[in-house]
Nanobody, 115 residues
Framework: QVQLVESGGGWVQPGGSLRRSCVASGSIFSIYLMGWYRQAPGKQRELVASITKGGGTNYNGAVEGRFTISRDNAKNPLYLQMNSLKPEDPAVYYC?????????WGQGTQVSVSS
């Protein structure tokens, strides 16, 4: 059974940085897309950034230029480097993998930004 295990996250002051990691336990075949999503209280879950099998990236306009998605190889681990964090960035952040076996989600981790 595949599980996505996330690490990183926590609390940071405005302007600070955090790095999220996501590692899959078990085998995932034919990954189409890997990404990070976030959900703030009272809001819908939204895409933060994604990376295709070929390495192409896509970013939410609200984080472009501040966040960077990357991976060590075509499968995992998956990273999200978050720089210049703003008061509007706090949310539960989830990693996501779309593969031929289905869609997998990490457990989610709270990211808090406050002075």
């Amino acid at each position: 059974q595949v599980q996505l295990v996330e690490s990183g996250g926590g609390w940071v002051q405005p302007g600070g940085s955090l790095r999220r990691s996501c590692v899959a336990s078990g085998s995932i075949f034919s990954i189409y897309l890997m990404g990070w999503y976030r959900q703030a209280p009272g809001k819908q879950r939204e895409l933060v950034a994604s990376i295709t099998k070929g390495g192409g990236t896509n970013y939410n306009g609200a984080v472009e230029g501040r966040f960077t998605i990357s991976r060590d190889n075509a499968k995992n681990p998956l990273y999200l480097q978050m720089n210049s964090l703003k008061p509007e960035d706090p949310a539960v952040y989830y990693c996501n993998i779309d593969a031929i076996q289905g869609t997998f989600w990490g457990q989610g981790t709270q990211v808090s930004v406050s002075s």
